[in-house]
């Protein structure tokens, strides 16, 4: 994450307090964010240097049309400063800083077959054990753990893998 991207958003973010629409901006920015994930030609027509900035902010308002004008003032930011490269990035540190500042905390779990909805409710249980903040929670698949999950929040993480319990047999019995 760029140090500029993180002041644009710092500075997006400020301006949307003041003007009582964090909530739509967020919005605005989770739909960029998840636009340029999605599609790759429209990550790499923003990221062309040789496309001009121009026709950058005029496909952006074709495409998100019905933006806040926090978020169209960002565009002309961009466009004013060639650095439209960057949106995506913006995009994704304005929705962390207003998890922030909203006290949402991001949990990923990883589990070898999806969450089903009773035991998003139980794991969302559990994580209130740990932070007194409304949690947010992301699910990544990985059958590579075989079974279990591993729950992460912040910096800290908790293994409660199939895989890693072998492992720690593992280093038992070559001790």
Do not use: C, H, W
């Not at 500075?11 to 790759?40: F, G, P, Q, R």
């Not at 960002?74 to 995009?91: G, V």
């Not at 794991?123 to 740990?130: G, H, I, R």
């Amino acid at each position: 994450m760029s140090r500029a991207a993180i002041r644009y958003a710092k500075a997006i973010l400020d301006i949307a307090t003041e003007s009582n629409n964090t909530t739509a901006v967020n919005n605005d920015m989770k739909t960029i964010v998840s636009a340029i994930k999605e599609s790759e030609e429209l990550n790499d027509f923003l990221s062309n240097p040789i496309v001009n900035g121009v026709v950058k902010m005029s496909a952006l308002s074709e495409i998100f049309p019905s933006l806040q004008a926090e978020t169209k003032g960002l565009f002309q930011l961009l466009l004013a400063n060639k650095r439209f490269e960057i949106l995506s990035a913006i995009a994704t540190q304005f929705n962390k800083l207003f998890d922030i500042a909203s006290g949402i905390e991001q949990a990923v779990v990883t589990t070898a077959v999806p969450l089903t909805a009773e035991l998003e409710v139980l794991v969302k249980n559990k994580l209130k054990e740990f932070s007194s903040n409304t949690i947010s929670i992301t699910n990544v698949v990985d059958a590579s753990i075989i079974g279990g999950f591993v729950l992460r929040i912040g910096d800290k993480q908790y293994n409660a893998s199939v895989a890693n319990k072998l492992q720690q047999l593992k280093r038992e019995f070559t001790y």
